[in-house]
């Protein structure tokens, strides 16, 4: 959700495959064997030479595959040629954390709150413990979201940066485990900042539903990043 909302953002033209992860395609196993999405596969060409999507049935020797969603944002700003320079600038700058903090703060959600959403949402596969037990273990991470939202309503200042972007599609999954108990936790900024990220034209854009991508099909290819 997150790579999709950076390429959306920064003018990231690129072909969507949509898949299925339980019966997941050969030509995605191929790209990456890690077998998760998000997939980003870039064609290697030359300095002034056009601009050209991959064929993924091909042989991807010649190609840069990126398979972290957070690489993939970083991609979108930085790198991408087709991006709009001073967008993604703008989207990149904040007005209240410096890029050491929000690295940090990614990161502790990477590997920190991502854990323990996952063992949350799938208590029944974890049952050393109640799932309230796991909701207790990512209150902390969720009461510094909540400071941190204390003078401005998003993480990024008066808008919805990238911070926000990389942030707010965890804690939509929080929310949706159970959604009584978290209206109920006392977060209202959270809830506030979760509320206007999910009705913001940038989220709304990403949430369309696609087909799933036949490789038989001869249908012209779905072309993804064009605000």
């Not at 369309?208 to 072309?223: F, R």
């Amino acid at each position: 959700m997150r790579a999709r909302l950076a390429l959306m953002q920064c003018g990231a033209r690129c072909i969507l495959r949509e898949v299925s992860l339980k019966d997941k395609p050969a030509q995605m196993l191929k790209a990456s064997s890690k077998g998760t999405v998000p997939v980003l596969v870039l064609q290697a060409v030359e300095d002034g030479a056009a601009t050209t999507y991959p064929d993924i049935n091909s042989s991807l020797e010649n190609h840069r595959v990126i398979d972290e969603s957070i690489d993939i944002m970083h991609w979108a700003m930085n790198e991408n040629p087709s991006r709009d320079r001073n967008n993604a600038k703008e989207w990149q700058s904040t007005e209240t954390m410096s890029t050491d903090e929000i690295d940090a703060l990614i990161d502790q959600n990477d590997f920190e709150f991502k854990e323990q959403l996952d063992k949350y949402k799938y208590s029944d596969r974890h049952p050393e413990h109640p799932q309230h037990y796991y909701l207790q273990q990512a209150m902390p991470f969720l009461e510094q979201l909540e400071n941190r939202l204390a003078n401005s309503p998003y993480l990024g200042g008066s808008k919805f940066r990238f911070p926000d972007a990389a942030l707010l599609p965890f804690i939509r999954q929080f929310s949706m485990v159970d959604p009584t108990t978290f209206d109920s936790l006392a977060l209202p900024r959270i809830q506030h900042w979760l509320a206007q990220g999910l009705k913001s034209d940038l989220f709304i854009s990403v949430m369309m539903k696609y087909s799933i991508w036949d490789a038989q099909s001869k249908e012209e290819p779905l072309v993804f990043g064009e605000p």
